[in-house]
Structures are given as C-alpha cells and as structure tokens.
C-alpha cells in the first residue's frame, strides 16, 4: 500500500514552490488564491524572502502547507493515496490531501493555528531540545523528576526525541538528560514550546475555529499525531486535530502502526526530505521517496 506523509515547520526554505508556480497552471492559480485568503503576497515570501521572513510562525505554517498541498495538487490522477499522515502542522496537509477539509478551509485553520501559537510564545516565552541517542521510556522517566515545565514533545525516530518546556525546565532537562547517557541534547531554534501544556492558549483558540468548520469523510484514513491510529471519522479527527497542539507527535509509532497495516512505500510531498529520513529508521524495510 501506499502512504503519503506530509512534513511540519523546519522544512522551509527560501524559493520553495517558485517551481511549481512557474511550471504547472493549477499551482499558480492556488498560490494566487492562497495570497487572497491570507491578505498578503505569502508567494513573495516564499520565493524571494529571507530566511528570517520564513522563520517567523505565521509565514512559516502557511508556507509549507501550500508547498505540500499544491505538490499533491500537481500530480493530477497519479495522487491515489491509501493512507496519509502528516507531521505536527503536515496532519493539516494530509487533511486536505485526502479530502477531509477543503484547500481554502485548510489554508484558514493554518493560518488561524500559526497566529495563535505565535500570540502563546510571545505570552510565555519556552522553547525545545533534541534528546539523541537514549530510548524514549529513559527520556519519559528522567522528565518525570523534573519540577518545572517539560515534557516529550515528538516522538521522531528511535533515539530521536524532541522535547518542550520553559527555558529553565530545558535547561535542566538537558543537563540530567546527558548525564543520564544522552549523545546528545540540542537546544533548536524555535518560536516557543510546541507539543506542551504551555501551548494551551493557543489549543483554546484552535479548538473554536475548528468547531466552526466543516469536515468531511475522507477519501482514506489518515493516521493522527496524538495516538498514531488511523481515523475517518469527521468528529474523531476533529477532536484530534484539537488534542495535537498540546499533546507529543507520535511519529514513530505513527509508522510502524502504518506498516503494520500494510505500508510499503512512503511518499514525503513537501519542501525537504526530513519525513524520508526519520521513516527509514523506523522501518528500514519500506520504499521512500520524494514526489
């Protein structure tokens, strides 16, 4: 079977779509579209920007959602997906793509997400860290002894998790983290602490636009960040959708859940190739790939 995964924020980069708004008549017409529902030219970002333009959250969201979503757009009769999963803000993607939400519906609630956690970091400033080379319970169990806010955030790949909290938490999860045998533990570049409690403001103010706004029965299950199971329910998937922004991305099991139902090659459709790498240690046996 084939399984189609869509990739969340850290993929951006500076010309990303320019090819496909060039080269393909249905891409330009949904960038041009995609420019009026936002109110902005997000296309001279994304072509032309900088790289700090594209970093900050409300360009950034929208951008790789439009990447992704118009790339699926562009294969035309060839996108026959059987089962799809995104990454964090790629579940957007991967909404759109098997037609539980519609282009324009998809494209708001990204944009209405990357100003709410926009507007939650700037209120309680936090951040996160890559934990590499110690299994996931060890991680769990030495968080778990820590008084400040911190908690596992994504689930990447075996020995890959991320974590997010308060600075101070980070800090001091960082320290116990190597000297409990972690290779490595990577404070990243972010806006705040995604994935974590401290994004509960932002989960409020989610939750009332997606309530507002209609989902249909997709075209195949897609396969959710907060449980890594396979959905298709409308009311499932929208309660889900809400659980996500303060709940850890179960990537990894998210995966091996998709093999185990048969999976056998994995197409990232999106800027990057970070998807393919992480799905290759998990399930070294599956076919990935690009679009």
Not at 115 to 124: D, F, G, L, W, Y
Not at 190 to 205: D, K, Q, W
Not at 209 to 218: C, S
Request: hydrophobic share 45%; proline share 6%.
């Amino acid at each position: 079977m084939k399984a189609y995964v869509f990739p969340g924020q850290g993929a951006q980069f500076v010309g990303m779509g320019k090819d496909l708004y060039d080269q393909y008549p249905v891409a330009k017409e949904m960038f041009e579209k995609a420019n009026n529902i936002l109110g902005f030219r997000i296309t001279d970002l994304m072509f032309a920007g900088t790289d700090e333009d594209l970093r900050q959250t409300r360009v950034t969201q929208p951008a790789i959602f439009l990447h992704s979503v118009i790339l699926a757009a562009t294969l035309g009769d060839n996108f026959k997906p059987e089962m799809v999963a995104g990454h964090s803000l790629g579940e957007f993607s991967a909404l759109v793509a098997n037609k539980a939400l519609t282009f324009e519906d998809g494209l708001r609630l990204v944009y209405a997400r990357a100003m709410a956690m926009q507007k939650a970091c700037e209120a309680e400033p936090s951040t996160m860290a890559a934990i590499l080379g110690l299994d996931d319970s060890k991680v769990e169990e030495v968080l778990a002894g820590i008084e400040e806010v911190v908690v596992p955030a994504n689930y990447n790949s075996p020995g890959q998790l991320v974590i997010s909290g308060s600075f101070k938490g980070i800090d001091i999860a960082c320290e116990k983290l190597k000297e409990a045998g972690a290779k490595r533990a990577l404070p990243l570049k972010v806006g705040g602490a995604f994935h974590s409690p401290l994004m509960e403001p932002a989960r409020v103010e989610l939750a009332a636009a997606i309530e507002a706004t209609t989902f249909n029965t997709p075209i195949c299950p897609v396969y959710q960040n907060v449980n890594a199971k396979p959905f298709t329910s409308p009311a499932e998937i929208k309660a889900n959708l809400v659980s996500q922004l303060t709940s850890p991305v179960r990537w990894t099991q998210t995966v091996q859940n998709m093999v185990a139902d048969g999976a056998s090659s994995f197409t990232e459709l999106g800027p990057g190739n970070v998807l393919q790498g992480l799905v290759k240690k998990i399930a070294p046996e599956v076919e990935t790939m690009g679009a």
